[in-house]
């Protein structure tokens, strides 16, 4: 199995603030990367797909970028709508693999 | 627009198995073009990929959980479902259903999700 790590586990941030997360793949995936969003007590919801692709009605502060084995994905101006859990997936490789997340929240 | 919707026991015996339904509209299972997935979630930890269906039933299983699980299809009521057999304690989790696009890889409509916990 393709093995998926993000850092940090867990950050703080302030509304208007940049963040950046990192997630690694064990092995080169190409592009072959998703991003979600997952909020207490709810499915996860695509954000990003194929690395850098925007899913339709997500907000354009998202973003997503990288190939190979390292990808960033960043919210270029933090809202309190975005406290949430992100995860991010592999689909180069059977079976398809997630990271351990990563917890945004507002400093 | 396509939604999801599982449904199934919320609790089941340890060493029973473990049976849930998808049920989708807003689109049909048998247009092709998309892999039906099965996620869980254990309490409070990270998502796990189970396995997925295509409408003609060719399947495909996690290793970590093939022995036990069984994924079908039944296109005349556009549903899909999951068994894990043998359960434990173990498999205490939030069950998600996902349609799993093709064309660009990815689960792009999710179910609700349902917690069956797994006691005596």
């Known amino acids: 199995d393709i093995q998926m790590t993000q850092s940090p586990s867990s950050l703080s941030a302030s509304v208007g603030d940049r963040v950046t997360i990192t997630c690694q793949a064990s092995?080169?995936?190409?592009?072959?990367l998703n991003w979600y969003q997952q909020k207490p007590g709810k499915a996860p919801k695509l954000l990003i797909y194929?690395?850098?692709n925007l899913e339709t009605g997500v907000p354009s502060r998202f973003s997503g970028s990288g190939s190979g084995t390292d990808f960033t994905f960043t919210i270029s101006s933090l809202q309190p709508e975005d406290i949430a859990t992100y995860y991010c997936q592999q689909y180069d490789n059977l079976p398809r693999t997630f990271g351990p997340g990563t917890k945004v929240d507002i400093k | 627009q396509v939604q999801l919707q599982e449904s199934g026991p919320g609790l089941v015996k340890p060493s029973q198995t473990l049976s849930l339904t998808c049920t989708v509209s807003g689109g049909s299972i048998s247009s092709g073009g998309y892999y039906w997935s099965w996620i869980r979630q254990h309490p409070g930890k990270g998502l796990e990929w189970i396995g997925y269906?295509?409408?003609?039933?060719?399947?495909y299983y996690n290793p970590s959980l093939k022995s036990r699980v069984t994924i079908s299809v039944d296109t005349s009521k556009n549903q899909f479902s999951l068994k894990l057999s043998s359960v434990t304690a173990a498999d205490t989790a939030v069950y998600y259903c996902?349609?799993?696009?093709?064309?660009?890889?990815?689960?792009?409509?999710w179910g609700q999700g349902t917690l069956v916990t797994v006691s005596s």
């Open positions: 269906i295509y409408y003609s039933g060719s399947t």
């Open positions: 092995q080169d995936i190409s592009n072959y």
């Open positions: 194929d690395a850098s």
């Open positions: 996902a349609r799993d696009s093709l064309a660009s890889v990815r689960f792009d409509y």
